[in-house]
């Protein structure tokens, strides 16, 4: 199992994830933690967030093009709506499937412990750029 100290590497990038309002790419990540250590390499924070993620201190979301945004795990209940257009995050503001773990509980006596939900599709924006490109395909 990975190491659990608390390197300064390791606090920068929990910061920046405290400070995110989003879920943000490790080169984001990276990007904004070279005011803090000029030294830190990318591949440090990639090393990070694989360790943080195998504690669940921070979840993943893939994205379309094998693209991975993060942001912090413990506490956080959120799902997303992802744009395959965009990479955009949209998130749900509501769980869909806390009356499905009820349900799985009364009726199997399974008790979910987590979920994780991720929907994909486009968002507005690019179902719009879409429909211009191809203005007579009919669905």
Known sequence: MASTRNTKQKKIILSILKNAERPMSAGE?????????????????????????????????????????????QGAHSHYLVCLG?????????????????????ETGFQVSSHHVELFGYCSKCRAKKEQQSPNKQD
């Open 29 to 73: 990540i990276h990007a904004l933690a070279l005011a803090s250590c000029p030294s830190m390499a990318i591949t440090t924070v990639y090393r990070n967030l694989e360790a943080m993620a195998d504690r669940h201190e921070v979840v993943c979301h893939r994205l379309s093009d094998n693209q991975v945004s993060y942001e912090l795990g």
């Open 86 to 106: 965009c990479n955009r995050l949209i998130p749900l503001h509501q769980c869909p499937l806390h009356g499905l773990e009820q349900k799985v509980l009364e």
